[in-house]
């Protein structure tokens, strides 16, 4: 079975950085696109960024382009979610998700990141 699991998440001030980790177990992460999305309060489900690990084509949504930087670590399984110059309005529960070619698709149970004003 195919698991993620989200750490980095916290406190921070604006203008600040955090880092977010997703390791994936039970299968190997370059059979998969990994996103990541967060979802604040009352607000639906936003994708910020994705990374193709075998090739490493990313994306990024307009709302983190030039201030989030995805990239993956394959031999360890892990993709990163570099964010800086946060701002209040990126406060959210986090959340990565592997999607593989037969459309195969995990979620982790999210981080919490809150920036403070």
């Known amino acids: 079975e195919v698991q993620l699991v989200e750490s980095g998440g916290g406190l921070v001030q604006a203008g600040g950085s955090l880092r977010l980790s997703c390791v994936v177990s039970g299968d190997t992460v370059i059979d998969y696109a990994i996103g990541w999305y967060r979802q604040a309060p009352g607000k639906e489900r936003e994708e910020l960024s994705c990374i193709v690990t075998s090739d490493g084509t990313t994306y990024y949504a307009d709302s983190v382009k030039g201030r989030f930087t995805v990239g993956s670590d394959n031999a360890n399984n892990t993709v990163y979610l570099e964010m800086s110059s946060l701002k209040p309005e990126d406060t959210a529960v986090y959340y990565c998700?592997?999607?593989?070619?037969?459309?195969?698709?995990?979620w982790g149970q999210g981080t919490q990141v809150t920036v403070s004003s």
């Open positions: 998700n592997a999607l593989s070619k037969f459309l195969s698709n995990y």
